[in-house]
């Protein structure tokens, strides 16, 4: 592959991360190295992560993708409501009891 294939090919990647719906696609460096299109940086999901390897896929068909992107976002669970039992929750006469037996 000779030097203007290779940016010829970058372009082309380029064009079709700038043009696919990734939230930040200019976060994304696309080299080209003995045969393989490497992306690097970052991106928010692995939705993202995805899409950046498919539209890449989509520009350079013949070559194979090294997807080196690492995903930045931090998936946090929903909160769950714990409700605490106090002793005032149990009835008078059953008291909780905190020995076995």
Same mark, same amino acid.
């Given at each position: 592959?000779?030097?203007?294939?290779?940016?010829?090919?970058?372009?082309?990647?380029?064009?079709?991360?700038?043009?696919?719906?990734? @939230?930040? /696609?200019?976060?994304?460096?696309?080299?080209?190295?003995?045969?393989?299109?490497?992306?690097?940086?970052?991106? @928010?999901?692995?939705?993202?992560?995805?899409?950046?390897?498919?539209? @890449?896929?989509? @520009?350079?068909?013949?070559?194979?993708?090294?997807?080196?992107?690492?995903?930045?976002?931090?998936?946090?669970?929903?909160?769950?409501?714990?409700?605490?039992?106090?002793?005032?929750?149990?009835? /008078?006469?059953?008291?909780?009891?905190?020995?076995?037996?």
């Amino acid at each position: 592959m000779t030097g203007m294939d290779i940016v010829g090919l970058r372009d082309a990647v380029r064009e079709a991360l700038d043009k696919s719906p990734l @939230a930040d /696609a200019k976060s994304i460096s696309v080299e080209i190295a003995e045969g393989e299109v490497v992306l690097k940086g970052s991106v @928010a999901s692995a939705a993202e992560w995805m899409e950046a390897e498919y539209a @890449a896929s989509t @520009a350079s068909s013949p070559l194979k993708i090294k997807n080196a992107l690492t995903i930045s976002g931090v998936w946090e669970a929903p909160k769950d409501d714990v409700y605490q039992a106090g002793v005032e929750s149990f009835p /008078a006469s059953d008291p909780p009891s905190w020995t076995p037996g």
